[in-house]
């Protein structure tokens, strides 16, 4: 079973910048990370993602202001978000995905969830 624990979460007047985290206790059984979001009565959409051979993605309304690593020594991922804008407060989710089939941006493909991390933007 894949354990994730997501930080990084917080406050910030919009323009600024947060770095999120996600440390999985099985990076090498992980074929896609992914980064996810949900505000107050919306869905869950996606973010970005990266996978085992470093191909990103990334939903449109966040291109050139997110950013998603990774780093295999710490078997974390990290979401670099800058130039906030208060639409982007929700909680954010990290998720892994086992296997190679699925869609980068589909929730239910996703097979282990992060407990999730707040992201307030005024």
């Known amino acids: 079973h894949v354990q994730l624990v997501e930080s990084g979460g917080g406050s910030v007047q919009a323009g600024g910048s947060l770095r999120l985290s996600c440390v999985t206790s099985d990076y090498t059984g992980t074929y896609c990370l992914g980064w996810f979001r949900q505000a107050p009565g919306k869905e869950r959409e996606p973010v970005a993602s990266i996978d085992a051979y470093g191909t990103t993605h990334y939903t449109d309304s966040v291109n050139d202001r997110f950013t998603i690593s990774k780093e295999h020594e710490k078997k974390t991922s990290y979401l670099q978000m800058n130039k906030l804008k208060p639409e982007d407060s929700a909680m954010y989710y990290c998720?892994?995905?086992?296997?190679?089939?699925?869609?980068?941006?589909?929730?239910?493909?996703?097979?282990?969830w992060g407990q999730g991390t707040q992201v307030t933007v005024s």
């Open positions: 998720a892994a995905r086992v296997y190679h089939h699925g869609s980068w941006d589909v929730a239910s493909d996703y097979d282990y």
